[in-house]
Every structure is written in structure tokens, then in C-alpha cells.
């Protein structure tokens, strides 16, 4: 369910211990039932997404099923997703060095589009603008970084202490990334003690974003499966719900709904050293740049 809820579209679902059953095809097939009907309560589709293969770890043997798949097989046959090239560059910073002689350095994974030098780009939320020097790509310099890379870039006039973890980097020019004033989110409460409501102040991690977030409005609660609406406004939620949540940041954030930029759009709730709850982003409102810059 969990994967299910943060958009994971493929499963491989592995039978391990077959040898403790010296590879009975009948138990293999009772696990392999109630798999099933359990990840198509879920939302699944066994038959196009979710491969259930049986191993034996202790011995390594890469057993096949009767459908002549194996566990190997199984992984080969994952659909890579394209990589979002043609998407405006989306780069949370993971951390940002100062290195003598080159001067100010982010690291982070590109998420989306293209990182080059030359490229004028914006940290979000500080909305500092500036040039990149040169990206390298473990210790190599290279012509550009693209989506799956961890890359270092080298940015003019820009101080270690101006960003930071969790600012977003992107193109200046084409559709930066915007601070969030608030954002609607789906999640499911996997443990809480009590009854959550409107007011809840615990602290959410996305990419490498860690701020602390308000429960602002509780919109609905909802089928975890199907989405369909249980109850609209509740007054309250708890462990095992699924709901819609109007979420308010206390401190500057950038994120983007799942739809557009899965890595920016899904999220873990967290209290008291507890994960609380997961979810994704569906849409947000950004902060009105001229009236932010008005109060400054």
C-alpha cells in the first residue's frame, strides 16, 4: 500500500525460502493467490505489473515459475521510464561546498532537464539567480548533467551561506521553481497515537527538503485503493486513514505536484522521531513573488 500511495507503478514480488518447502509448486501457488488478491485490493494489476516469482536466498537458485519467468528475468523486464530531459531542470540541493580555487560548490541530483555551463540558473526559495561555471560529474567535468546524475556545479558570486540543503535549483528562464505557500496533499496516517486535526504541526521531509508543516484543513477522507471520497471536513484522522490535507509550510519550501516532478512531490510526515505518514503532492500555490518582494 505504501508503494501503491508514493505513484510506484512496478513491483516484483519475490517468494523466498522455496527450499524449506524442497520447491512445492502447490504451496508456491497458495503464497502466489493470496499475493495476488491482496495487491489487487490494493489497486494493482497483477497480471501486467507485478511479476511473483519464487528463490531461495539461502542457495541462490534462480528458480522459474511455471510461466517461465525468473527473478532475473523479472528485473530485466522492468519498463525504464524516459528520462525527463525535455522537462525545465528541477536539482534539490543535497549540500553546497566552499572549494578553494573554484569558489562556491552545490551537489545535489538532477531530477529533471539539463544542468550546463553557462546556464543562468535560480535557487528556490532564496530566489538567488546566477551562472554556473562548470558541472562535474564524479570528479570528471562534463558538457551537462541530466536526470540520475549526482553532480557538482560551480556557481559566480554566490555565497555558501546564501543557499542551502533543500533550496531547489532551476533554469531561470524556463519556469524556475517557485516557493510554496501552501499545498493539497493525499497521504495515509501509518502511526499516530491520537486523533490528528486541523492545527497539527509536525515536520515534512521532501527531497531534501526538513520543514516543519502545518495541517491547515482537512479536506477529506478517502478509499486508500480507489480515491474515491469517504467523508468530506473531518474533524479529525488516525492511524490507517487515507486522506486529502490542506498543508501550510512554517518555513520556505519548494515542491511540485507528483504529477510533473515525482521526486519533489512525494513526502514522509514525521513527529517525534516517528514517520506518521506518507503521501504525494497533487497540487500547489505558489508564494506571489511581487508581494513577497514588496515586504521585504
Not at 494489476?45 to 527473478?71: Q, R, T
Not at 560529474?137 to 559566480?156: A, L
Not at 535549483?169 to 510554496?180: D, M
Request: one cysteine or more.
Amino acid at each position: 500500500m505504501l508503494a501503491f500511495t508514493l505513484g510506484i507503478g512496478q513491483l516484483i514480488i519475490a517468494i523466498n525460502k522455496m527450499d524449506t518447502v524442497e520447491y512445492d509448486e502447490t504451496r508456491f501457488k497458495e503464497i502466489q493467490e493470496a499475493t495476488t488478491k491482496f495487491i489487487t485490493s490494493i489497486g494493482y494489476n497483477h497480471k501486467s505489473v507485478v511479476p511473483i516469482v519464487p528463490i531461495s536466498g539461502l542457495y541462490g537458485d534462480n528458480i522459474k515459475e511455471v510461466s517461465g519467468k525468473s527473478l532475473i528475468e523479472a528485473i530485466d523486464s522492468v519498463q525504464i521510464p524516459p528520462l525527463p530531459v525535455e522537462k525545465p531542470l528541477r536539482l534539490p540541493v543535497q549540500d553546497v561546498h566552499r572549494i578553494g580555487g573554484i569558489g562556491t560548490m552545490p551537489v545535489g541530483r538532477v531530477e529533471a532537464g539539463m544542468i550546463k555551463p553557462g546556464m543562468i540558473v535560480e535557487f528556490c526559495p532564496p530566489g538567488i539567480t546566477a551562472e554556473v561555471k562548470h558541472v562535474e560529474v564524479h570528479d570528471e567535468w562534463v558538457s551537462e548533467g541530466v536526470p540520475g546524475d549526482n553532480v557538482g556545479f560551480n556557481v559566480k558570486n554566490v555565497s555558501v551561506k546564501d543557499i542551502c540543503r533543500g533550496n531547489v535549483v532551476g533554469a531561470a528562464a524556463n519556469t524556475p521553481p517557485r516557493e510554496a505557500a501552501s499545498f493539497i496533499a493525499e497521504m495515509i496516517i501509518l502511526n499516530h497515537p491520537d486523533q490528528i486535526k486541523a492545527g497539527y504541526t509536525p515536520t515534512l521531509d521532501c527531497h531534501t527538503a526538513h520543514v516543519a508543516c502545518k495541517f491547515d484543513q482537512l479536506m477529506e477522507k478517502i478509499d486508500a485503493r480507489t480515491g474515491k471520497s469517504i467523508e468530506h471536513f473531518p474533524e479529525s484522522i488516525s492511524s490507517g486513514d487515507a486522506a486529502v490535507v490542506r498543508i501550510v509550510p512554517q518555513k520556505p519550501i519548494c515542491v511540485e505536484a507528483f504529477a510533473d516532478y515525482p521526486a519533489l512531490g512525494r513526502f514522509t510526515i514525521r513527529d517525534a522521531r516517528q514517520t506518521v505518514a506518507i503521501g504525494v503532492i497533487k497540487a500547489v500555490a505558489t508564494v506571489d513573488r511581487a508581494k513577497k518582494l514588496a515586504r521585504k
